[in-house]
């Protein structure tokens, strides 16, 4: 994806400029590290350039050394980038969850039938081994995806299996990536009390079409009813430009590539966003 953007931008769209991105991203950094916002950066997929992200993430380490400098105890934190490469340059943490695709291939391979709570029990074993023990949060790898095959497919597979009960009790929370986010966390705070779980002791990483209105509106929501939020932006940050000629948006490419299919078995993603499901028509439609 970020091939396909970069060089759409240098063939195709070419009216726009480098020129002050790393202010813009600096500015961002400050409004929402300033109001208590938990952010990583996730702009790699659809960064207009790799001088883009880099000029974001230098505006943000910025920002982030300032806010730590000042004194503000209420000051949120960058917590890293998803990009491995620049956190390596940029001295920051390599920062994600899972991907659709590992639910996608898992059920794909093995078959629908609670497929959220295989591919959770795999990523354990894989990451969350249990003899590890985490120094720092950024060791613990447990971030749930739950909209692979719809969000509520996902309450059903966890709640009706004694394992998922027991890794939605131990994992350190859940990624919101579509649909409606009120309606997520509401349903993400009757579901971990209803298994006995201080939803407080919880966190929910937004991760969905965020901005900086966006990502302050959904932290006072989160304060108020009692759950712990992070952010992942991405667009926002790495693909957010007007044009020179006359000043109007010039807007990052709606796009999305996924699994298309493992050993043969077609692989497809059913979104909260019913516009978003992908993969082959018929295995949707079955699915």
């Known amino acids: 994806m970020a091939i396909i953007s970069e060089t759409y931008f240098l063939m195709c769209e ?15 950094g400050m409004d929402m590290l300033s109001q208590g916002i938990m952010l990583s950066e996730f702009g790699t997929r659809r960064r207009r350039s790799l001088a883009t992200q880099v000029a974001v993430l230098e ?8 806010i730590q400098a000042s004194g503000n105890p209420n000051a949120g934190r960058l917590l890293g980038t998803s990009n491995v490469y620049l956190a390596k340059q940029f001295g920051l943490v390599p920062s994600g969850t899972i991907a659709h695709e590992w639910t996608m291939a898992i059920a794909a391979m093995q078959g629908y039938e609670r497929s959220n709570v295989h591919a959770l029990e795999l990523w354990d074993q894989v990451y969350q081994p249990p003899a590890f023990t985490p120094q720092k949060p950024s060791d613990d790898l447990t971030i749930a995806l739950t909209d692979t095959f719809s969000t509520k497919v996902f309450w059903d597979d ?3 299996d004694e394992r998922g009960r027991e890794i939605l009790k131990r994992w350190r929370g859940l990624r919101q990536d579509s649909g409606d986010s009120a309606t997520f966390v509401q349903h993400a705070l009757d579901m971990y ?11 929910v990483i937004f991760s969905d079409g965020l901005n900086v209105r966006r990502c302050l509106d959904l932290q006072r929501m989160a304060k108020d009813v009692g759950i712990r939020a992070g952010f992942g932006v991405g667009t926002n940050l790495t693909n957010d430009f007007r044009r020179v000629s006359n000043g109007e948006p010039s807007r990052a490419l ?8 493992v050993n043969g078995n077609q692989a497809v993603k059913i979104s909260d966003d019913l516009t978003k499901n992908t993969g082959d028509p018929h295995e949707v439609a079955y699915v």
């Open 14 to 28: 070419t009216d726009w400029t480098l020129e002050g991105q790393r202010e813009r991203a600096y500015e961002k």
């Open 193 to 203: 009390r209803k298994i006995g779980v201080d939803p407080s002791t919880k966190l």
């Open 158 to 160: 966890l709640l009706s």
């Open 254 to 261: 709606n796009m999305v590539i996924k699994l298309n299919s």
């Open 59 to 66: 505006g943000l380490v910025q920002a982030n050394k300032d």
